[in-house]
């Protein structure tokens, strides 16, 4: 049987799939089932911060898989310990606590768990505990119920109710939207400091000033999703830092780009001390709190390190942040009507799209259109909601590379006049 009829027989049709089958990749580029090379701005979404198949990356898991896999989280390994300091020291570079995950998903829950047993700790007036996580029109947390619940689409929230209670979405970066926002059960603001699949839409400083603001004036926490956004692809280890480097979160998640391919995801809490007795915000979460069967092995770890290491040494997010203004400066120079504008930070930048001027086929969008388009020609990009498509190359992208996919994207979207 051929790949797609195995598809279609056996694997459930939860994705919108693309009639592609990738069978290997180095650096940017992968091929397909037919020998054909692509360049590949997709990246798994993210994922693959240091392109395919990179030596360092293959190398750690061929070395740490003939060592030890996997134990169980009741023990320790060497692996985990030494990536949650590099992390805590070098990317963070703020006093917390880190949890191993599997995915984005399962961080945000992380953090939304949190953000509960906070509110049981610090609770209302009347002793009620606050549970009510404020988040934001657009954002994507992931598709668990608890991340689900906290993503601001309905889209991907219909014939799933009865919704898990407790979230609340106002306008991202409408700071007059944050007025009379918190009530007495509010006990946390949860949001992307750069949406991806909403978009690609960045939060301004004034709006997480003023998100800052009220987490002090009503004792909340502040938590940022940079599952799509960390480690680099923003400019900085940390995207909230590229926007307002002076602030201090209390919840980070990250998945995606951290592992390079692997499956990892991670929360962190702050050890910001959070009452009279001198606890700590992330001791809240003690042995029995929370748990994860895979999160954190040896395996996963290991090759996480090294991703985190090269991405540092080699200085990739200064890479991000020089192809940006590559791509900005190239893009306005076509002036194409087409092109609505260029959203984003270093490398997680969204092309949107005007729809009126491109023909689009019944059930489709503008943004599929172009990228089905573009598919043919060569390049692989992912779509981000209905009229903008997104580039997310590697972080040690080349400037030759990132100018062949500005031609292929400039030759598409000239037809569109």
């Not at 998640?253 to 962190?268: L, N, Q, T």
């Amino acid at each position: 049987m051929t790949t797609t009829e195995n598809f279609n027989d056996h694997v459930m049709a939860t994705y919108g799939r693309f009639p592609l089958t990738l069978v290997s990749g180095r650096g940017a580029r992968v091929r397909d089932d037919a020998g054909r090379e692509y360049l590949d701005f997709c990246m798994g979404i993210a994922v693959c911060s240091l392109g395919h198949c990179h030596p360092r990356l293959v190398t750690a898991i061929q070395q740490q898989a003939a060592k030890l896999m996997h134990v169980s989280n009741l023990y320790l390994n060497e692996p985990q310990g030494v990536m949650a300091q590099e992390m805590n020291q070098l990317d963070i570079r703020l006093p917390g606590k880190i949890f191993f995950s599997n995915s984005g998903a399962e961080a945000n829950d992380g953090l939304i768990k949190s953000a509960r047993r906070y509110g049981h700790h610090k609770p209302q007036a009347n002793g009620r505990p606050r549970f009510e996580v404020i988040t934001f029109q657009q954002s994507f947390h992931g598709r668990t119920l608890g991340s689900m619940a906290a993503t601001g689409q309905a889209k991907i929230q219909q014939g799933f109710d009865p919704l898990l209670p407790g979230f609340r979405y106002l306008p991202f970066n409408d700071i007059s939207a944050l007025e009379n926002a918190v009530s007495e059960e509010t006990v946390a603001f949860l949001l992307e400091p750069i949406q991806g699949e909403g978009g690609v839409h960045v939060a301004s400083k004034a709006f997480l000033e003023a998100l800052v603001a009220l987490c002090e004036k009503h004792d909340l926490l502040l938590m940022f999703d940079e599952v799509q956004a960390g480690f680099g692809r923003c400019g900085q280890a940390m995207a909230w830092r590229a926007i307002a480097p002076e602030i201090q979160p209390d919840g980070i998640s990250w998945a995606k780009g951290m592992g390079g391919g692997v499956p990892i995801g991670a929360f962190w809490l702050s050890d910001r001390v959070i009452d009279d007795s001198g606890k700590t915000l992330a001791s809240l979460m003690g042995p029995g709190s929370h748990g994860s069967t895979y999160g954190g092995n040896p395996l996963v770890c290991a090759a996480a390190l090294e991703v985190l290491r090269e991405i540092r040494e080699k200085n990739l997010s200064a890479n991000a942040l020089h192809q940006e203004q590559r791509i900005r400066t190239e893009i306005a120079s076509w002036s194409l009507p087409v092109i609505t504008e260029v959203r984003g930070l270093g490398l997680l930048l969204g092309i949107g799209l005007r729809p009126d001027l491109i023909p689009t086929p019944e059930g489709s969008t503008p943004a599929l259109t172009v990228v089905n388009a573009l598919m043919t020609e060569g390049l692989i990009v992912p779509p981000a909601g209905p009229e903008t498509f997104r580039l997310l190359p590697p972080l040690n992208v080349t400037d030759a590379e990132i100018d062949e996919a500005l031609a292929i994207i400039h030759r598409i979207l000239s037809t569109y006049a």
